[in-house]
């Protein structure tokens, strides 16, 4: 199954984005293929609008690291 959560504020640990983003991820099974710009070639399955949320990558228990942001 492919899943994108769109338009959400995206806080990145990847050094090649800058740390908060508006952006895509992209999800392929259980593994993020994007984090920014969607792939053009990317169909997904599911829609997640996140327009008003903060998404954290990779991140669990945020309520304990993203102080350490």
Known sequence: MKTVIKNGIV???DSKLP???RGDIAIEGRKI???GDLPAD???DRTI???TSIVLP???NAHC???MV
Do not use: G, W
Request: aromatic share 4%; proline share 0%.
């Open 11 to 13: 806080i990145s640990m």
């Open 42 to 44: 990317f169909t997904a």
């Open 49 to 51: 609008d996140a327009e």
């Open 65 to 67: 690291h993203l102080s």
């Open 58 to 60: 990779c991140i669990i």
């Open 33 to 35: 293929v994007s984090v």
């Open 19 to 21: 740390r908060v983003i």
